[in-house]
């Protein structure tokens, strides 16, 4: 079982930054990758970043790349990402997800094992 947290969200201007956390507890020895997704309201669910817990490599979506940076702490139970330059289109809640094998697509959420219950980030105008 795995438990994943997150934390960090809130209401931004435009062009501000925020820094999202998920925490992960339980059996997460030798999983593969985590990763954020997220979801605004009326639309489906997207990808929004993703990182393997033991290479490090780091997959981005286009409309956020450059902008959010996806990291992991030393520990790996810990996945961050860093927001900067955010846009009113980025407001939607924010999902951590965690997958335990091996997957060469981490763009999938419904690849992924477990989730968390989100963390709503608003960016106004």
């Known amino acids: 079982q795995v438990q994943l947290v997150e934390s960090g969200g809130g209401l931004v201007q435009a062009g501000g930054s925020l820094r999202l956390s998920c925490a992960a507890s339980g059996r997460t020895f030798g999983s593969y990758a985590m990763g954020w997704f997220r979801q605004a309201p009326g639309k489906e669910r997207e990808f929004v970043a993703a990182?393997?817990?033991?290479?490090?490599?780091?997959y981005y979506h286009d409309a956020v790349k450059g902008r959010f940076t996806i990291s992991i702490d030393n520990g790996k139970n810990t996945v961050h990402l860093q927001m900067d330059s955010l846009k009113p289109e980025d407001t939607a809640v924010y999902y951590c997800?965690?997958?335990?094998?091996?997957?060469?697509?981490?763009?999938?959420?419904?690849?992924?094992?477990?989730w968390g219950q989100g963390t709503q980030v608003t960016v106004s105008s």
């Open positions: 997800a965690l997958k335990w094998a091996y997957i060469p697509e981490l763009r999938l959420g419904e690849q992924y094992d477990y």
């Open positions: 990182i393997r817990r033991g290479a490090g490599s780091t």
